[in-house]
């Protein structure tokens, strides 16, 4: 009798805690393991949140362990905003990669020849830890100077803009440096760029053949005709490789005719970033007559 009794007892028990672990709510995240390395952060209706080691949903409760005061607590589920709970849980892998991303920006600040991929350059050559521009030629890595273009309006067009009693002759402006030549001569048709930036985000980049006129350097020319704009520049094409945290090697798609040249950003919603920086290819030097 005792013993029917007993066991009375723990089937009742056991309905009783099959009846109380009802099914969680159809948008908690699933239950976490203990072993989670970082907190998990359940975000509450109210705009607080619990930082708990773990948790488990308990018919209507959420049982979990919390990092403030190292002992299991629980409170009522309806608490919970389990999609910002979610989103909070894919905001924490974000921020870990971007701290991963940091941490190898650190670590390229502290060694500047430690990289992604190959650079392209020989054992020993290092690119500078400072932001801007650097050229290689074959022998030597040295930076490229940077310089403010200006912009400047075609008075003829203007005027006649003005005489006319109808808009159809287009303004036009013309991006220009002053000077006929650079001060970097670049003497290989085929060098290789480095960028090294402080923005973040991937570079729009733009070399650019610019035409000498007289003593300045017509790098674009822009018009405006009935409110639709267009550019005009002699552009080369360029592969642009990222090497590691905000530096990138610039690859021309041909090899460089002899003349000068200008490496510009695009800002986004404005265009050309006027400050560019400015080299020239010198012609190679003729070779020496084979002897007879």
Known sequence: MLRRAAIAVVL???WSSAATAQAPPANAPAPQAPSSQRPIRLILKDGSEQ??????????????????????EEMP????????????????????????ELAREVDLAARPGSLDVDAGLPPGVEIPSEEGVY????????????????????KGRFLAQILSPVP?????????????HASLRVRVPEPSFYLRRAAVGEPSLRLIHARVHGS?????WL????????TEANEVPVRVVRLGPRLY???????????????????????????????????QPAAPPKPH
Not at 51 to 63: A, F, N, S
Not at 216 to 220: N, P
């Open 51 to 72: 930082l708990v080691r773990t948790y488990q949903i308990v018919g209507d409760r959420v049982r979990y362990y919390s990092v403030d005061r190292s002992q299991w």
């Open 249 to 283: 090697r610039i690859e021309p798609g041909q090899d460089l005719a002899p003349g000068e040249y200008v490496l510009a950003e695009v800002v986004p919603d404005r265009g050309l970033d006027l400050a560019v920086w400015d080299f020239g290819v010198d012609p």
């Open 77 to 100: 589920a309806s608490l919970v905003d389990w999609e910002a709970t979610r989103r909070a849980a894919q905001s924490g892998d974000d921020r870990a990669a971007r701290a991963l």
């Open 216 to 220: 300045r350097r017509e790098i674009e």
């Open 223 to 230: 018009s405006n005709y009935l409110g639709a704009q267009r």
């Open 168 to 180: 159809v002759i287009p303004t036009r402006y013309t991006i220009q440096l002053k000077g006929a």
């Open 135 to 154: 050229v290689w030629d074959g022998q030597h890595l040295q930076p490229v100077p940077q310089d403010l273009a200006e912009s400047r309006l075609n």
């Open 12 to 14: 009742l028990a056991a």
